[in-house]
């Protein structure tokens, strides 16, 4: 079925509803303006949608629950789930926990705001399938701020997360339930994005390793963005080595993603303890 155009009744209702009016001319012009738009949308929402490679390799996928106070005193988890990846591979052992703008299909997300409220993406995010390729189990999805704009991890829409040394204090954000989540015994490795400090803002204030990568080195395909020109997706961990193992895992070129021009990625690894 083809998306029908709005009416330049339509327009108006849209416009009243919103507090202020719209002439004839102006209703004409706007619907004029959105015609190819339309249009382009209409072609989007035709294209037969096949799931993505991992989503086919890895079914069994639990939704889970939003945790109870005892299981996330620091409220830094959106739900309790659980993707098992590959039996083998450099993550098997390890629990990932992803910040809630990171697609994992047919797991629910809404960015930390009731905006998006049963929102349950299709397919995994690059890094999400790379991440189970590699033998990871994801465990749950975390708190971040409204649509990832804050800095102080206190904007979300299921509450403010807690700074796991001082609860009184902000854990930093946005990525403030991917600093805090490694606070728990059932979490290693977590996933935070960075347009402007998001990853390394929370892993200052909360106390754990994080890194923004170089710009590209990791791709951003399945992830909510703010801007295309600052968006960043990156690990978190208790320590540098487990930082380092996840950026082999999830660096690297996917043709999907358009920010990403020549990358080049090492066996980072080998270099800690070095100079």
């Keep these: 079925m083809s998306i029908e155009p709005p009416k330049k009744e339509d327009l108006k209702r849209i416009a009243n509803e919103n507090h202020f009016e719209l002439s004839d001319s102006e209703a ?4 004029a303006m959105l015609s190819p738009i339309i249009a382009f949308l209409d072609r989007i929402d035709q294209t037969p949608v096949e799931p993505s490679p991992s989503v086919q390799r890895y079914r069994e996928r639990d939704a ?5 106070r005892e299981e ?15 039996p083998s591979g450099k ?3 390890k629990r990932i926990g992803v910040k809630d703008s990171v697609s994992v299909a047919g797991i629910p997300i809404c ?12 397919d995994d995010a690059t890094i999400v399938s790379r991440m189970l390729d590699e033998g990871a189990e994801i465990v749950a999805t975390l708190v971040m701020d409204d649509f990832a704009l804050s800095g102080d991890g206190i904007t979300n829409a299921h509450g403010p997360t807690l700074n796991p040394h001082r609860p009184e204090y902000c854990p930093g954000g946005s990525s403030c339930g991917s600093g805090a989540a490694l606070y728990y015994d059932w979490t290693d490795i977590t996933i935070g994005t960075d347009q402007g400090g998001s990853i390394r803002i929370p892993s200052s204030w909360s106390g ?31 320590n540098l080595s487990d930082v380092a ?10 043709p999907a993603d358009f920010r990403q021009q020549e990358v080049r990625v090492q066996a980072y690894r080998e270099a800690l303890g070095k100079d």
Excluded: C, Q, W
């Design 208 to 238: 754990v390793v994080g890194l923004k990568p170089t710009y590209g080195l990791v791709p951003y395909t399945g992830v909510m963005s703010i801007d295309p020109s600052l968006d960043h997706v990156g690990p978190m961990a208790r």
């Design 28 to 31: 004409d012009a706007i619907g």
């Design 111 to 122: 960015g930390g705001s009731h905006i998006l409220e049963g929102f349950v993406p299709d």
């Design 245 to 254: 193992l996840a950026l082999e895992v999830i660096a690297g070129k996917d």
């Design 91 to 93: 993550l098997k052992g």
């Design 64 to 68: 889970g629950r939003r945790p109870t």
């Design 72 to 86: 996330d005193p620091l409220n830094a988890v959106v739900r309790k789930i659980r993707v098992n990846g590959a």
